[in-house]
């Protein structure tokens, strides 16, 4: 069963720059509510305040994240306003490269049997000071990101030994605005740009390559100067009460700069980016990022109409409607994953083992998760069925036929996996 991480809520006359608004996604089964068109003419200016899921607010503002500092509320809520990674996703609510967001002009392309990849930059994104985002600031991101991992894997949490940046042998600047990538070996293109390309930024080189000491280091070809710059950088971080006011931090390439931060609670103030050149500029004034202890004093606010943007828990899932008619649209997004019973086969304890090996006994006991009960009690219609690993909604081109259609028709209730 797909459920729903959270459902997000948004006043419907509010357009927050970076964000795939604009457009109306027709959900079909599994998306709760719709994402609402833009209302009637845009206006300047305004504050919109949007809640902060309680006890996770930001705390890292380097895009190079340690694992315990690794969460969707720091880096997708919080970093990627200010440094767009190079390829944006999703579109809509489908799980795909998002190349009109991106700072790429078009897919990568793949040769030498697919161990070499070229990436063509946008010649339009600009720093905060008006010099262009350019080739040699993906390549600093990736050697700094080399030089953390190899001080310590706990540096970057997206880091897999064996994967990125292990499964690359060079990343070069070869042109301004093209970065040519060798491959330690070949590998599938839809899988790497997906999975591993998805990974890189680009960092502003021309002011972050001085570190501690504020001569200019030779990062591209000295490891221990890109490790020098690493450690400055990761150390400015762990400073989170000068975020604000730290100069580093105000060079962005994103459509928002950050105007003041909480590091207690990790509230956040931010402001349009007025050198951003990229795609849906902010209209607004600024942005609040608004912490809360619980989601009950979330949803009060949400209530009383103090809250522009915020989540509906489950526990209030039954009063979506009066939100709806004071005035808040509701989306919904499946979370793209699925929850599963395991089971140790290897368990010997009173044959158990022999047992579970069987299996009509494993379909008997997917048989008792009865889907449709859950969804319409529980989840309050905001979820859909699953079965099997591969996620059924949205849909991807890897999902399987048979993971949208219950593969034992013969009962009423429903297998075991739970998404």
Same mark, same amino acid.
């Given at each position: ?6 459902? $997000?809520?948004?006043a ?11 457009? *109306?996604?027709? @959900?079909?089964?599994?998306f ?17 305040r949007?809640?902060?899921t309680?006890?996770a607010?930001? #705390? ?5 994240t340690?694992?315990? @500092?690794?969460?969707?509320y ?7 306003l200010?440094?767009?990674p190079?390829?944006?996703? +999703?579109?809509?609510a489908?799980? @795909?490269i ?5 700072? &790429? ?11 070499? &990849? ?15 985002v350019?080739?040699?600031d ?15 894997? $706990? #540096? ?14 060079s %990343?070069?600047?070869? /042109? ?5 990538? *060798?491959?330690?070996k ?5 899988w ?17 390559d ?5 001569t ?20 400015? /971080? ?7 006011? #730290? ?12 105007? %003041? ?5 990790? !509230?956040a ?9 990229g795609?849906q ?5 600024? &942005?609040?990022l608004?912490?809360?202890?619980? %989601? ?25 409607? !009066? ?10 997004l499946p979370?793209?994953g ?5 089971? #140790? ?21 997917a048989h ?13 219609? $905001? ?5 099997? +690993? ?11 036929a048979?993971?949208?259609?219950? +593969?034992?028709?013969f009962?009423?209730? @429903? +297998?075991?996996?739970?998404?």
């Open positions: 069963m797909i459920r729903t991480s959270r459902v $997000a809520l948004a419907a006359l509010v357009v927050v720059a970076g964000c795939s608004g604009g457009t *109306s996604v027709n @959900q079909g089964g599994g709760y509510g719709t994402l609402p068109l833009a209302l009637g003419p845009v206006h300047e200016g305004g504050v919109v949007v809640a902060e309680p006890g607010g930001p #705390n890292w503002i380097f895009p190079i340690p694992a315990a @500092q690794s969460s969707l720091t880096i997708n809520e919080f970093q990627d200010f440094w767009r190079l390829f944006w996703s +999703p579109v809509g489908s799980p @795909q998002n190349y009109p967001l991106s700072l &790429v002009s078009g897919p990568p392309v793949y040769s030498r049997a697919n161990t070499t &990849v070229t990436i063509n930059l946008r010649k339009n994104y600009m720093w905060s000071d008006g010099s262009p350019q080739a040699r993906v390549v600093f991101f990736f050697d700094l990101l080399r030089a953390a991992i190899k001080e310590s894997p $706990a #540096n970057a949490g997206t880091y897999s030994p064996g994967f990125f940046p292990d499964t690359v042998k %990343a070069v600047a070869t /042109s301004r605005f093209v970065v040519t990538i *060798s491959l330690t070949a590998f599938n293109p839809g790497f740009t997906d999975d591993e390309l998805a990974l890189l930024y680009a960092l502003p080189s021309t002011r972050w001085r570190g501690a000491t504020g200019l280091g030779d990062w591209a070809s000295n490891a221990a100067d890109a490790k020098k710059i690493y450690d400055y950088l990761a150390k400015q /971080s762990r400073k989170l009460s000068s975020y604000a006011a #730290n100069p580093l931090w105000q060079d962005v390439d994103g459509p928002y700069h950050l105007a %003041a931060f909480n590091p207690t609670n990790g !509230a103030v931010l402001k349009p980016n007025p050198a951003y050149t795609p500029k902010s209209h607004v004034a600024e &942005v609040d608004v912490p809360f202890g619980s %989601a009950a004093a979330e949803f009060q606010q949400l209530l009383n109409g103090t809250l522009d943007v915020g989540f509906l828990d489950f526990a209030h899932l039954g009063q979506a409607p !009066a939100l709806r008619r004071s005035g808040y649209q509701i989306y919904g979370a793209f699925f929850y599963y019973m395991p089971f #140790n086969f290897s368990d010997q304890t009173g044959h158990f083992n022999a047992i579970i090996r069987r299996l009509y006994v494993r379909q008997a006991l008792l998760v009865d889907q449709r009960g859950y969804i319409s009690g529980p989840f309050d219609n $905001a979820a859909v069925p699953g079965y099997g +690993p591969v996620p059924s909604v949205p849909s991807s081109p890897y999902t399987p048979n993971a949208t259609r219950n +593969p034992y028709p009962v009423t209730t @429903q +297998p075991v996996f739970v998404w």
